[in-house]
T-cell receptor
């Protein structure tokens, strides 16, 4: 099992540019989560999907953030336009009902300059 | 308002001694709790969990204690090893975890000195 795969591992972009983060969950997992980690706020949930359907996006900070899950094996998190305060590590995680625990990807470190 | 709080950002312990990491929660609907461990440049990995019907769960050197009346849980690592040095996240979920998401604390960075 390859685990949860995120790409890219690192992204440096200029303010105002569009950024797309990608995630491939573990096959057979029916939940997918996007988290953001910062020193100030720790691990905060942005959005999660169940069977490819967005369930709760209340954690998405602004309309600049959007997420999609077109199929069970792929999800994207897009930021447009990006701002320096978006700099953080973004994690994708998946799990399979009824398991409680998540499997996290290795994260994408985003730096907006 | 944080529903899961880890009030100690860091903890330093000597190798061989006990490490105790603490976590408080405010939501009485939480009934399943987990600890995750995170090394630099990696994603968090599951360590140990406990259901609200128990007050203790043990797995090797790791034991989690739950005090529901105080809304407090703790992770004990005995004996601590240098490889345990990592950031530890406490997480909680309601409804037995069968739906929804985990709520994480901000993490505690544990340093185990040889």
């Amino acid at each position: 099992d390859a685990g949860v795969i995120q790409s890219p591992r690192h992204e440096v972009t200029e303010m105002g540019q569009e950024v797309t983060l990608r995630c491939k969950p573990i096959s057979g997992h029916d939940y997918l989560f996007w988290y953001r980690q910062t020193m100030m706020r720790g691990l905060e949930l942005l959005i999660y999907f169940n069977n490819n359907v967005p369930i709760d996006d209340s954690g998405m900070p602004e309309d600049r953030f959007s997420a999609k899950m077109p199929n069970a094996s792929f999800s994207t998190l897009k930021i447009q336009p990006s701002e320096p305060r978006d700099s953080a590590v973004y994690f994708c995680a998946s799990r399979r009902t009824p398991s409680y625990g998540y499997t996290f990807g290795s994260g994408t470190r985003l730096t907006v300059v | 308002d944080q529903q899961v709080k880890q009030n100690s950002p860091s903890l330093s312990v000597q190798e061989g001694r006990i490490s105790i990491l603490n976590c408080d929660y405010t939501n009485s609907m939480f009934d399943y709790f987990l600890w995750y461990k995170k090394y630099p440049a990696e994603g968090p990995t599951f360590l140990i969990s406990i259901s609200s019907i128990k007050d203790k769960n043990e797995d090797g050197r790791f034991t989690v204690f739950l005090n529901k009346s105080a809304k407090h849980l703790s992770l004990h690592i005995v004996p601590s090893q240098p490889g345990d040095s990592a950031v530890y996240f406490c997480a909680a979920t309601p409804y037995g975890g069968s739906q929804g998401n985990l709520i994480f604390g901000k993490g505690t960075k544990l340093s185990v000195k040889p």
